[in-house]
């Protein structure tokens, strides 16, 4: 073919069409070749090194599906040693906790910082569905971050609710008072909510009636206060601040509560008002360690009313 | 070149372009320039800028209050400048010197045109020593060509080995003392040569090392023709009287030898010999005589090697010299002062540093953020009043650890909660707080009242620090 080509010296392939139309050699520089056949060389090498093929037949364990590469690395064991540093350094704190009372733990600067910062998550996780993302509250569930406390707000107090749960119970008065008790009531309520006096018939009425075997004597929801400052309650709320239990509050929420009660069986209207107990000995069985408690306990005391 | 290229539509322009398309030589570096190299003025001046980059390898070893004068510690997140610490918080002033250099480039450029590549780019620098260690090994352009193309025998093993050795040392050099701004050097030397630094030391030593290997060995001029963006930027900033390297074709052509029996008086000749000094010096390979091109990095060499030959032949020097566009042809040259140009990036110029140098001068010891949690917005407490809370992030800028006290300032009595004691601030860190703010509702007569966080510590040398800042308390609607 050589003989007969026009093209002498021209460095073409010898295909030629039309006379004069042919193809050249025109090889890619030299950097592009060396270029591609290291991108080559990286391939093979990486399947080598890194896990690239399936499995072989027979070879699939069910769990891992590929072919390993020599050097043994996967994506779910580089992820598993991360969590595992993050634990690591995890782990010196939550010693130190496992070993201090909450009331320590609010002492050291360090600690109450890890502490706030990593049951952030556990309250989103076990709390906020009904207290709200900030402890903020929800219609029928009560506001955390306020310092009104149906049961107490001290931290042991704090560590009791989360641990065992609270079910506050209080009659249904549709049936038992008439209607005009019914509406002075809950005016006597809506007064002392506003102004913290209520008229001396409301009080009388209140006494009559039995309201402060529960709420207490001054309507204060305390029943007794103990030596050493705790308060004795059964749950019932302190209606002489301007906190509702139940929103919206106001004369007919008021008078609601009054009528149908809380977690009163077979009464239609009643209020709901359970809170779960979260401790591995309570009804929801391995909810939360003594440790999870120990560190929501502070982050609820915290949040802004802590006793 | 485009007086040619308008006669393009004649059959004879069309001759003219073919002509000129035999010439036109496209530099993909099939061929390795070997430049000439030669002393004069020029030259010298590009020695003398080169050197500048001194203080790239000897910077790190510069030491300031006990330790290494500028260090940028990246896993610590300080910045030490002599005797002042940057943390990221004021990294604003990184945006101001990179505009800064930006705009000198492109003032730079748009007075004296790719004078940077010419004189100060790391690229022309590297490139610049590593042919002159070719030099010294192989020999003149010459010799070099010759040993190319030479049978391969072991003094030409033993020369190039040298070479590229030599080359891989001012490598790994340069990526060591890039390194030793970052690790600290007095660090670099213990940890590195015992295996003691982290990887990151090491892949970019080796990314330097072969980097500055490649580029400044194989690549050199290429770089400029084909990977640089700078090159390409600088190029459509030039403009009639921007100063660059230009031949005088009205005093050169037409050019060639004098005929036998011509003298100096009666030659019918221009003033260029052809004697392709300027192209055998120059580094990227052009003609400067084909006018301002893509190739040229305006370095000035093409014109210490024509005012030499000028000399010998007893002619006037500047037949290739600094000059503008307009100057060449003749007409009226404005002084610098007088293009709008000029004062235009001269102000960006004066903006961007003054920018920097009142960051720099009033970098405060603490900084203080209030983030105001939103969840609840505010919460009413059983004697009526209402709380909000807030989270404290006081960042400590100083070389000590500092007590900060958080105080609140409003228009109406507020009660504090969380801040009796003083915050514990780490140096060089964020140190967090909660604090929250009380007012009484018979004060709130509005559904938000401006507050004021005012955080202040005492230096252990006794001068006092404070930062504020602006916040808000939020309350119901009255």
Known sequence: MAENNPFPGENNTGHFWDDNLRELKNPPPRWWMIAFWASVAWWVLYAILYPMWPALPGQSDGE?????????????????????????????????????????????????????????????????????????????????????????GSLG??????????????????????????????????????????????????????????????????????????????????????????????????????????????????????????????????????????????????????? | MSENLSGGAQPAGMDEIYAEAEQWHVNTGNETIHA??????????????ASVWLIFFLGPYLRWDGRQAVLFDIPNRQYHLFGVTVLPQDFWMLSLLLLFFAILLAVATALAGRVYCGYFCFQTVWTDVFTLIEEKLEGNPAQRRKLASAPLTAEKIRVKAI?????????????????????????????????????????????????????????????????????????????????????????????????????????????????????????????????????????????????????????????????SLDEIEGQSVPPMIARPRVWVYGAILVLALSGIIYGLSSLAAIELKVLHERAPLFVQLSDGSIQNKYTLKVLNKTNEDLMVSVSVEADVPVTVTGAEEPIAAKHGEVNPGIVFVKIDRDHLDAESVPLTFVASATQPDGTEVQATRESAFFGPRP
């Open chain 1, 64 to 152: 891992n599906d590929f072919t390993r590469g020599i050097l043994g690395w996967t994506s779910i064991k580089e992820y598993k040693q991360g969590v595992e540093q993050v634990e690591a350094v995890r782990a010196q704190y939550d010693e130190q906790i496992a070993e201090m009372t909450p009331a320590e733990i609010i002492e050291d600067p360090g600690l109450l910082q890890y502490t706030l910062a990593s049951s952030k998550v556990l309250f989103g996780d076990y709390c906020a569905g009904c207290h709200g993302s900030g402890g903020q509250g929800n219609p029928g569930y009560p506001v955390l971050a306020d310092d009104d406390w149906l049961y107490g």
């Open chain 1, 157 to 307: 107090k704090i560590t009791e609710t989360i641990s065992n749960g609270r079910k506050g119970a209080m009659t249904a008065h549709a049936d038992i008072l008439t209607e005009a008790e019914i509406d002075q009531l809950a005016n006597f309520v809506v007064d002392l909510a506003e102004d913290g006096e209520g008229s001396e018939a409301g009080w009388a009425l209140y006494n009559e009636k039995g309201c402060q075997a529960c709420h207490g004597a001054e309507a204060n929801g305390v029943l007794a206060e103990l030596p050493n400052g705790d308060i004795v309650t059964v749950g019932a709320a302190n209606l002489t601040d301007s906190i509702w239990r139940f929103r919206p509050g106001g004369y007919e929420s008021a008078k609601h509560t009054i009528k149908y009660g809380v977690n009163q069986s077979g009464v239609e209207q009643t209020r709901d008002a359970v809170m779960p107990a979260f401790s591995q000995q309570g009804q929801l069985e391995g909810k939360l360690s003594p440790q999870q408690i120990k560190m929501l306990t502070v982050y609820v005391h915290q949040l802004g009313g802590g006793q």
């Open chain 2, 36 to 49: 000439k190299r030669i002393s004069g003025r020029w030259r010298t001046i590009k020695w003398l800028a």
């Open chain 2, 163 to 323: 070479k590229h050795l030599s080359w891989m040392v001012i490598g790994f050099v340069t990526g060591f003392s890039f390194v030793a701004w970052f690790y600290g050097a007095g660090k670099l030397w213990q940890d590195f040569f015992v295996g003691n630094a982290n990887a990151a030391v090491y892949a970019a030593v080796a990314l330097f090392t072969v980097g500055t290997y490649v580029l400044a060995g194989w690549l050199r001029e290429q770089v400029c023709f084909w990977l640089c963006p700078y090159a390409r930027i600088q190029g459509v900033m030039l403009d009639r009287t921007t100063v660059v390297p230009t031949y005088d074709e009205g005093r050169g052509e037409p050019r060639g030898r004098m005929q036998k029996g011509e003298t100096e008086a009666t030659r019918t000749t221009g003033d260029c010999v052809d004697c392709n000094q300027c192209v055998a010096v120059c580094p990227t390979g052009v003609d400067i005589r084909n006018g301002q091109q893509e190739g040229c990095i305006t370095c000035g060499l093409c014109i210490d090697a024509c005012n030499a030959v000028m000399d010998k032949l007893g002619r006037p020097r500047g037949l290739i010299r600094y000059a």
